[in-house]
T-cell receptor
Framework: DGGITQSPKYLFRKEGQNVTLSCEQN?????MYWYRQDPGQGLRLIYY???????QKGDIAEGYSVSREKKESFPLTVTSAQKNPTAFYLC????????????FGPGTRLTVL | QKEVEQNSGPLSVPEGAIASLNCTYS??????FFWYRQYSGKSPELIMF????GDKEDGRFTAQLNKASQYVSLLIRDSQPSDSATYLC????????????FGTGTQLKVEL
C-alpha cells in the first residue's frame, strides 16, 4: 500500500534533549513537509523540501532541523533550542506537478516532560 | 488579517441536514483550494479540492469557489454523526510553489 508513515506515534522528551521524528513515503512524491499543530490551532509549516538534498525554512523553523538525503525520507529533529516543543507533528508529501494536493502521515505526538 | 480565515465553531447541525462550512482568503491570486477533514487526535484527510469558479460535487460533498469574493465553501448534504470533525480549509497562494496555507478549522457537530 502506498502511503506516508511516521514514527513513533508518541514521543516523550526530557528538557535539553534532541529528538528525531521519522517520516517515510512510498508515493514517489518529490515534495515533503513538516507541520506543527497545537490544540485548537491550524497547521504551521516548519520546514519543506521540494527535492532531494534541498530544503527551506517554513514559518516556524527555529529550534528544528531537517535533512533530505533520500526522496522517501524527511526526518525532523526537534532540538533543545525549541522552547515549547509539545505539539502534534505532521508530515505531508505531494507531487510537484498538477494540483499538488498534500497527503498526510498519521502524526507524532511529542510531549516534553 | 489572517491569510485563510474560518469560523472556529462549533457548528451544530441535526442529522440529515446540510452543513455549510465557509473559508475566506486574502491572496487574490490564489490558485488551488483544498478541504481536509480531521478527526480528534488524527491527521488531516483530504476531502476535495477545487480550482475553478463554481461548484464541484463528490458524493455528499460540494465545494464552491468564488474567486471574485475570495471565499470557498464546503457543503455536506445528509449530514451524519460520522461527519463530526474539524474541517480545515487550505489555499495554495500565489508564488507559494507547492506550499499550502491552512485555516484554523471549523468544528462540526452532527447531532442525532
Amino acid at each position: 500500500d502506498g502511503g506516508i508513515t511516521q514514527s513513533p506515534k508518541y514521543l516523550f522528551r526530557k528538557e535539553g534533549q534532541n529528538v528525531t521524528l521519522s517520516c517515510e513515503q512510498n508515493l514517489n512524491h518529490d515534495a515533503m513537509y513538516w507541520y506543527r499543530q497545537d490544540p485548537g490551532q491550524g497547521l504551521r509549516l516548519i520546514y519543506y523540501s521540494q527535492i532531494v538534498n534541498d530544503f527551506q525554512k517554513g514559518d516556524i523553523a527555529e529550534g528544528y532541523s531537517v535533512s533530505r538525503e533520500k526522496k522517501e525520507s524527511f526526518p525532523l529533529t526537534v532540538t533543545s533550542a525549541q522552547k515549547n516543543p509539545t505539539a502534534f507533528y505532521l508530515c505531508a508529501s505531494t507531487r510537484t506537478s498538477g494540483i499538488n494536493e498534500q497527503f498526510f502521515g498519521p502524526g507524532t505526538r511529542l510531549t516534553v516532560l | 488579517q489572517k491569510e485563510v480565515e474560518q469560523n472556529s465553531g462549533p457548528l451544530s447541525v441535526p442529522e440529515g441536514a446540510i452543513a455549510s462550512l465557509n473559508c475566506t482568503y486574502s491572496d487574490r491570486g490564489s490558485q488551488s483550494f483544498f478541504w481536509y477533514r480531521q478527526y480528534s487526535g488524527k491527521s488531516p484527510e483530504l476531502i476535495m479540492f477545487i480550482y475553478s469558479n463554481g461548484d464541484k460535487e463528490d458524493g455528499r460533498f460540494t465545494a464552491q469557489l468564488n474567486k471574485a469574493s475570495q471565499y470557498v465553501s464546503l457543503l455536506i448534504r445528509d449530514s451524519q454523526p460520522s461527519d463530526s470533525a474539524t474541517y480545515l480549509c487550505a489555499v495554495r497562494p500565489t508564488g507559494g510553489g507547492n506550499k499550502l496555507t491552512f485555516g484554523t478549522g471549523t468544528q462540526l457537530k452532527v447531532e442525532l
